[in-house]
């Protein structure tokens, strides 16, 4: 069979995702390194759309390795994050204040929306440019407000979902532990790419030292 055929292409896109969904779960381990293991994912994912297939344990262990430090220091406020809010919510679900309880459970269920759709973006930036950690933040948070409608809330609606069924459904699980968390970052990069087309100008299809050599600055501000 050719190497266009639709049968090849569907197979092989498979077999990367496989063992991109494979890295990724094994470098996740430990779970500090989640943080870096999902920036690998992006960037073999955002490659994926732009350049096409293959490179994929090349690419990931190069972007795991190169934004190793800043990835980890941005899962680990997360962490720290996530921390906060199951700490606030439990404080004030089991406050007996009447109105202001509710007020205040509201504006946590509000701050932690926020932080996830920043957090959405965080790691595909970390992957795709290059600056210093809270301006990467910056850059993700102008994202994924700037560009909410439609791409941030198509993005934050198939997570949620994803989410719900892995919180519900076992076979979820499984699937997500397989192949569905390189599955999901495919096709969100879809939308992500969108966004970051606007910003950074690539060279064309190269050798491989040009597909994924240069990260650029998104804010030079």
Known sequence: MPM?????????KMTDLIVLNLLFVICSLPVITIGASLTA?????????????????KTFFKHFKQNFVQATLAWMGVLGLIALFVIDYLFWSRMEMGILSDVMLMICYAMAFLVWIVVLWLFPVIAKMQDKLWRQIKNAAAMALGHFFPYTAICAGMTGVVAYLVYTNLGAVLIM???????????????????????IQEDSFGDDDLLYGQKEKFDED
């Open 177 to 199: 532990l397989f192949v569905g968390c390189a599955t999901l970052s495919y096709m969100l990069s879809f939308f992500f790419y969108k966004v970051f087309a606007q910003y």
């Open 4 to 12: 266009d055929n639709p049968v090849i292409k569907f197979l092989n």
């Open 41 to 57: 994912m992006y960037a073999v994912s955002l490659r994926s759309v732009r350049y096409g297939d293959g490179y994929v344990v």
